[in-house]
């Protein structure tokens, strides 16, 4: 069964940093992309960022309200996703799922989901 | 606002059908067929009921099926169960630019 269990939310100032695991198990980790996705309190899903699978590079993409802030990182001996945020604005306040893809070099769909982190940014 | 368009809200008694519509462009919805849905109860995290287009992920009833024509994609529930009565999320591939899509999402009320 896949499962994947995020951690390291809570609440953080504005402009201070913060880094969410995702520590996946149930499936051959390396041989998948991650996809994270947001959702702010009360409103709808939010893509944040991809990162493909060693076999096609393990880079990244990012959602514009992210990019340079945000890094998508993968340590697949330990079958883990970060999620790296910096210079965090109270629009970053939502609750954060990890997500494994069904793609490869692109996302095709999300077909596992963890059960959230939420992260507060507030003064 | 969304990249992709849902009506805010649908609704529909036991037994019937209702069909969300999607609506994209040509960079999205329209140019590939990686359109897929969510289905999310309060409070829970979302989960996968159709991907690329039409497919239905093991364990996904055969009341949901799904269709794209030009811009727009489009999911059916047919025989509505009280169970069916949570927010649908529409998601796309945009290209390499903008990569991925989401619409603001839908919520069903079964009456």
């Known amino acids: 069964e896949v499962q994947l269990v995020e951690s390291g939310g809570g609440l953080v100032q504005p402009g201070r940093s913060l880094r969410l695991s995702c520590t996946a198990s149930?499936?051959?980790?390396?041989?998948?992309?991650m996809s994270w996705v947001r959702q702010p309190p009360g409103k709808g899903l939010e893509w944040v960022g991809f990162?493909?699978?060693?076999?096609?590079?393990?880079?990244?993409e990012y959602a514009a309200s992210v990019k340079g802030r945000f890094t998508i990182s993968r340590d697949d001996s330990k079958s883990i996703a970060y999620l790296q945020m910096n210079s965090l604005k109270t629009e970053d306040t939502a609750v954060y799922y990890c997500?494994?893809?069904?793609?490869?070099?692109?996302?095709?769909?999300?077909?596992?989901w963890g059960q959230g982190t939420l992260v507060t940014v507030s003064s | 606002q969304s990249a992709l368009t849902q009506p805010a809200s649908v609704s529909g008694s036991p037994g019937q059908s209702i069909t969300i519509s999607c609506t994209g462009t040509?960079?999205?919805?329209?140019?590939?067929?990686?359109v897929s849905w969510y289905q999310q109860h309060p409070g829970k995290a979302p989960k996968l009921m159709i991907y690329?287009?039409?497919k239905r992920p093991s364990g996904v009833s055969n009341r949901f099926s799904a269709s794209k024509s030009g811009n727009t994609a489009s999911l059916t529930i047919s025989g509505l169960q009280a169970d069916d009565e949570a927010d649908y999320y529409c998601?796309?591939?945009?290209?390499?630019?903008?990569?991925?899509?989401f619409g603001g999402g839908t919520k069903l009320t079964v009456l």
């Open positions: 997500t494994r893809d069904n793609g490869g070099s692109y996302s095709r769909y999300f077909d596992s």
């Open positions: 149930g499936f051959t980790f390396g041989d998948y992309p």
């Open positions: 990162i493909r699978s060693k076999p096609y590079g393990g880079t990244t």
């Open positions: 040509s960079s999205d919805v329209g140019s590939y067929n990686l």
């Open positions: 690329e287009v039409s």
């Open positions: 998601c796309s591939y945009a290209g390499s630019s903008t990569f991925v899509v």
